[in-house]
């Protein structure tokens, strides 16, 4: 099994408060993705930066920027998406195949959209998609609180085959 971590839209725009509204439990979903990130690399695993671009919003000049408390390291590529699936016209899927990688995991932004498509799109390539239940989020829609949502979209997941596991049982080498 050869893995690569895939940190989907942690982005500026999504924690500055100046085109989204706060996020329910955005300090604890970069904490999740910075103790990710600290697994994937004391793996040695690649980490891959995927980044949303959206001309004139919120994911676009300064938003664009990966959120600073992630740091990621100059080596670390980095793919930039405008389609939910990080697959759909990006090289992430000529990267991951060049890497070797069959088992993408996958932290981050949001858990019904960019998390969820990207999923289902390397299930669709193959891949064994790994989707850390406790390392990815979203806003509450409606009735619905971002913490429902997100159990609901790892179920989902869950039952189509996915890998959906705490960041605590990740698998190490």
């Known amino acids: 099994m050869t893995q690569a971590l895939l940190v989907i839209d942690v982005q500026t725009g999504t924690f500055d408060g100046l085109h989204c509204a706060p996020m329910p439990g955005g300090p604890e979903l970069i904490r999740a993705c910075q ?9 040695a695993l690649p980490v891959i930066w995927i980044q949303h671009h959206e001309p004139g919003g919120a994911m676009d000049g ?32 000529d990267n991951l195949v060049a ?14 959209c960019c998390v969820r498509a990207t999923a289902q799109a390397a299930q669709a390539r193959g ?22 949502i997100r159990s609901r979209i790892n179920q989902e997941l869950a039952q189509a085959g996915i890998a959906v596991l705490p960041l605590a049982d990740l698998p190490t080498a």
């Open 127 to 148: 891949l064994n998609p790994i989707v850390v239940a406790d390392a990815h989020h979203t806003w509450p829609n409606g009735e619905h609180s971002a913490d429902a």
């Open 35 to 43: 103790r990710a990130i600290a697994w994937a690399r004391q793996q």
């Open 62 to 93: 300064m938003g664009f920027e990966i959120d600073a408390r992630l740091q990621p390291l100059a080596h670390e590529k980095r793919v930039t998406k405008r389609q939910p699936s990080a697959f759909e016209g990006t090289a992430l899927g």
């Open 99 to 112: 890497l070797g990688v069959t088992h993408p995991v996958l932290v981050g932004l949001q858990s019904d």
